[in-house]
């Protein structure tokens, strides 16, 4: 099956300081989200990206589906920020009807005060 | 818009008794997925339904597991008997694909916190 390889795994930040995350994926891909998960476990969705650019608020994320990776911009972090980050694909050639997502195992952020 | 929701939100049960866990997806969304998330780990797809089907429980371990989702809406997933390496947050996620149609993004429920002792 695909593999989701996400970097860094771990990442403490200053409140104010800017970070890239990175999602690499092992095969071509129909969708690509991106998530935080909040201490309470609730996964929220940051981006829909399967190709291209978005941004939102102090978020963008950009995806070159040709290159295999996707990157997740957060700017001037805040405490608040602080989870696990999770890119997730469902993969191009997935047969019939079964649009399952892969996740990744996720970059824990820390954002200190 | 209400999103999908999941009960209960907390279960404490012993190993070998039984456990139920409830989804209501979003109004509308065809798709539904259950999964489980082990500690330090991402999400594990469980099983899939596209309406009231199953599309995938290719992971779903059978000999404990169960899952339906009558008319096509509300789904429940069952554990029955529960092992300790069942101690897992069981997550129901929804989207709007139908077969190739429609876009694939799928939004999360709370989840359901399992701890088997």
């Known amino acids: 099956g695909i593999q989701v390889e996400q970097s860094p795994p771990d990442l403490i930040l200053q409140e104010g300081a800017n970070s890239t995350l990175r999602c690499n994926f092992s095969d071509s891909v129909n969708n690509l989200q991106w998530f935080h998960q909040n201490p309470w476990g609730q996964l929220i969705n940051l981006f829909y990206i399967p190709s291209g650019t978005k941004q939102n608020g102090r978020l963008s994320a950009t995806t070159v589906a040709t290159e295999r990776y996707s990157l997740l911009y957060i700017s001037s972090s805040q405490t608040t920020d602080s989870g696990v980050y999770f890119c997730?694909?469902?993969?191009?050639?997935?047969?019939?009807?079964?649009?399952?997502?892969?996740f990744g195992k996720g970059t824990l952020l820390t954002v200190n005060p | 818009e209400a999103g999908v929701a999941q009960s209960p939100r907390y279960k404490i049960i012993e190993k070998r008794q039984s456990v139920a866990f409830w989804c209501n997806p979003i109004s509308g969304h065809a798709t539904l997925y259950w999964y489980q998330q082990i500690l330090g780990q991402g999400p594990k797809l469980l099983i899939q339904f596209q309406n009231n089907g199953v599309v995938d429980d290719s992971q779903l371990p059978k000999d404990r597991f169960s899952a339906e989702r009558l008319k096509g809406v509300d789904s429940t997933l069952k554990i029955q008997p529960a092992k300790l390496e069942d101690s897992a947050v069981y997550l129901c996620?929804?989207?709007?694909?139908?077969?190739?149609?429609?876009?694939?993004?799928?939004?999360f429920g709370p989840g359901t916190r399992l701890t088997v002792t």
């Open positions: 997730a694909v469902e993969p191009s050639d997935s047969g019939g009807s079964n649009y399952k997502l892969t």
């Open positions: 996620a929804s989207s709007l694909r139908t077969g190739r149609m429609g876009q694939g993004e799928q939004y």
